[in-house]
């Protein structure tokens, strides 16, 4: 059942709780009568407000939540809290709800807040964090399934979805807000989940969004350039993610050492760690082999100590997806969960999962040629999955992609290079151009790609003809790989949402071909 248009996943039946006993646990100021109020959930988006909620009016980049007090109240808000700003805004907008004025910046103390109203203080499910530059929605849908392989009810939070067996809504953060965050794991509670695996991503940790939860096991799993427009350089964005590795974030951690990165969240962690490797000569804990690879999936053999080992498939080429699946198997091993469990729930070690818009095969498998789309959009990525395709793939590889507008621009010419090292027919489309010009945004990807001069380049802006220009280029045998627009629905041009289904245009395209039925 998917939640329809709603936002965010909330309990069904929550216990209100009063908000004057807010009051003495945080630096909370009083405007208005608020012995009676009780709310049963928390917001910050007024188009999210639920009848009974406590609205935070958060100071935003952008505009002032409190801005927006009216709408909320209208909506069923019981309460605002917000800052001293925002109590005057409230009261120019002529909105009546009573104010909890908060000393510090609303954000900072948000998930307490969330937890105390949510009653989410302490979640009795096991809780798992995964975080790193490629792969966290990944480990998190593999964490789900291997979940469910052992018998226990599993919940998840992706960039995709967040989701709760078949109660489902659309992601509009990797990581959500804090009261989005309490108001899933009370859900999650209320449904007898035990285990959710969250997808962490650095904005998260230093933007207290994962205020009041405490992981029982967090991950990292590799690190390289992303996000330098948010962060401004790499140290700061790798200390971010080194932060989750701390006690007042999680128990313990589960860390890939392949990299030097790698090596230092192992060292530097203040947090009890395992280590993950997948060559011999490295000091690990756990150790990962391949042991057969095509591009219907990967099979892998984990040594851990103790004599503990798991045989296993996962159905989904690239020998980083099996270092993904080692990954969520030692979590769950950390957590208590023992793999003889997981190995049990599974055929013939087949972990069955499904990762939506990563690796997704839209074509009809067989002879080919083959048509994957994925969320892939950093140097990092797109190395690995052309260099899985180089491993596996019968015939030429085709690969198109466009950048993010608006977002890291330093990384497009290396990703354009690194295409044209990889592939043997590069394909530049748009993707998201938002408010540059997409052609000086694919001009970037151009020179990379042509300044690696193997490999040939093609550029198309429209991704639909591209798709097209693709599928008219292949032959049997051959692999297109569209990477960027994942599972996403549209294309944001010039502050427009443009409707745009890579999977469905594929789809369509593949069928006009004659190549799916
Ligand atoms: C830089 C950043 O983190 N921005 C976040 C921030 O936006 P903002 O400060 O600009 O908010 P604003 O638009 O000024 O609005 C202020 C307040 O008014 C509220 N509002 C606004 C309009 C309205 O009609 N009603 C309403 O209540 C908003 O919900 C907000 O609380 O607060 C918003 C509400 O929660 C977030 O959606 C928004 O994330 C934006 C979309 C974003 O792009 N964030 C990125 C940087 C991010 O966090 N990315 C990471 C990693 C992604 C990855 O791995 O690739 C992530 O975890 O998603
Ligand atoms: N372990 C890995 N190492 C390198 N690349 C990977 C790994 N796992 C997946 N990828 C590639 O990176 C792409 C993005 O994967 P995924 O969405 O799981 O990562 P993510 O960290 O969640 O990214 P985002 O936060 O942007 O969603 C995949 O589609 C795949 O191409």
Same mark, same amino acid.
Not at 103 to 106: M, Q
Not at 120 to 123: G, S
């Given at each position: 059942m998917s939640t329809g248009d709603a936002l965010s996943i909330r309990p069904q039946d929550p216990s209100p709780v009063a908000? %004057?006993?807010l009051v003495g646990r945080f630096p909370l100021g009083v405007f208005g009568d608020l012995s009676e109020v009780r709310a049963t959930g928390v917001s910050l988006d007024s188009r999210d407000v639920r009848p009974g909620d406590l609205y935070i009016g958060m100071p935003g980049a952008k505009r002032h939540?409190? %801005?927006f007090a009216r709408q909320a109240a209208d909506r069923g808000a019981v309460a605002m809290l917000t800052d001293a700003d925002g109590a005057e805004r409230a009261a120019q907008v002529g909105s009546e709800l009573p104010v909890l004025v908060s000393?510090?910046?609303?954000r900072t103390i948000l998930g307490e807040v969330a937890a105390a109203v949510y009653g989410? %203080?302490?979640?009795s499910a096991k809780l798992f964090g995964v975080t790193g530059t490629n792969g966290k929605t990944s480990v998190v849908y593999l964490l789900a399934e291997l979940l469910r392989a052992a018998g226990i009810t599993a919940g998840l939070s992706s960039t995709a979805e967040r989701r709760l067996g078949d109660e489902v809504v659309p992601s509009n953060l990797t990581s959500p807000e804090a009261s989005e965050l309490h108001g899933l794991l009370a859900r999650m509670a209320e449904a007898g989940v035990g285990g959710v695996a969250i997808e962490v991503s650095a904005q998260a940790v230093v933007r207290h969004r994962l205020d009041g939860v405490h992981f029982d096991v967090v991950a990292f799993n590799n690190f390289s350039q992303d996000h330098l427009d948010e962060f401004g350089d790499l140290e700061t964005y790798f200390a971010a993610k080194l932060q989750l590795f701390t006690p007042e974030h999680a128990e313990r951690g589960v860390v890939v050492v392949d990299s030097p990165y790698g090596q230092r969240i192992a060292r530097e962690s203040r947090i009890p760690v395992t280590r993950l490797a997948t060559e011999y000569g490295q000091e690990a804990d756990w150790y990962l082999a391949i042991t057969h690879q095509t591009l219907d999936g990967v099979s892998f053999v984990l040594q851990g100590p103790e004599g503990a080992s798991f045989r296993g498939r996962v159905p989904v080429f690239g020998r980083f997806m099996a270092e993904n699946a080692a990954l969520a198997l030692i979590m769950l091993h950390e957590a208590g969960i023992p793999l003889a469990q997981v190995s049990s729930g599974l055929e013939q070690g087949l972990i069955p999962v499904y990762i939506p818009?990563?690796?997704?095969?839209?074509s009809a498998g067989g002879e080919g040629p083959r048509f994957y789309v994925d969320y892939g959009h950093t140097p990092g990525s797109f190395e690995a999955m052309l260099d899985a395709l180089g491993e596996v793939a019968p015939g030429r590889i085709i690969f198109m992609f466009g950048a993010d507008g608006d977002r890291d621009t330093t990384k497009r010419e290396e990703m354009g290079r690194i295409a044209a090292a990889g592939a043997d027919t590069v394909i530049i489309c748009d993707y998201h151009p938002r408010s540059e010009p997409p052609e000086a945004i694919r001009a970037q990807l151009l020179a990379g790609a042509r300044s690696e001069g193997r490999a040939e380049v093609l550029e198309e802006a429209d991704p639909r003809r591209a798709i097209r220009l693709a599928i008219s280029r292949a032959e049997p045998g051959d692999v297109i790989l569209y990477a960027g627009p994942g599972h996403e629905d549209h294309q944001e041009v010039a502050g427009e949402f443009l409707p745009y289904s890579a999977r469905d245009e594929v789809r369509g395209a593949l069928r006009e071909a004659g190549l799916l039925p």
């Open positions: 908000l %004057d006993s939540g409190a %801005d000393e510090a910046h609303p989410t %203080d302490a979640v818009g990563r690796l997704e095969e839209i």
